[in-house]
Nanobody
Framework: VQLQASGGGLVQAGGSLRLSCSASGRTVSSYGMGWFRQAPGTEREFVAAISRSGGSTRYADSMKGRFTISRDNAKNAMYLQMNSLKPEDTAVYYC???????????????????WGQGTLVTVSS
């Protein structure tokens, strides 16, 4: 499966952005999916994950209550709604997919099989 993240941009602190991850090649309903991010000079970190059905989600503690992950298997897409953005949210955001037969969620990047190219989110203070 090929993934393409989009929707990044420049936003002021307190603002919102909605990231999209479009998939091609195979239906995303076969994959658990997630969002990760990497700021300059830092390691990649987990943001949020969603199960194949969308019924289960998990968030990094710093994103809880501000970010919402969702998916639309009919559109072969996943989304990340980001509200109350902070300057420390500035990073390149990547979407990822994990081929799996069960309906779990995964928070470790090493567990994912496919990655998109990333979209830059810049939050100004």
């Amino acid at each position: 499966v090929q993934l393409q993240a989009s929707g990044g941009g420049l936003v002021q602190a307190g603002g919102s952005l909605r990231l999209s991850c479009s998939a091609s090649g195979r239906t995303v309903s076969s994959y658990g999916m997630g969002w990760f991010r990497q700021a300059p000079g830092t390691e990649r970190e987990f943001v949020a994950a969603i199960s194949r059905s969308g019924g289960s989600t998990r968030y990094a503690d710093s994103m809880k209550g501000r970010f919402t992950i969702s998916r639309d298997n009919a559109k072969n897409a996943m989304y990340l709604q980001m509200n109350s953005l902070k300057p420390e949210d500035t990073a390149v955001y990547y979407c990822a997919a994990k081929s799996q037969y069960y309906n779990g969620v995964h928070t470790e990047g090493a567990q994912y099989d496919y990655w998109g190219q990333g979209t830059l989110v810049t939050v100004s203070s």
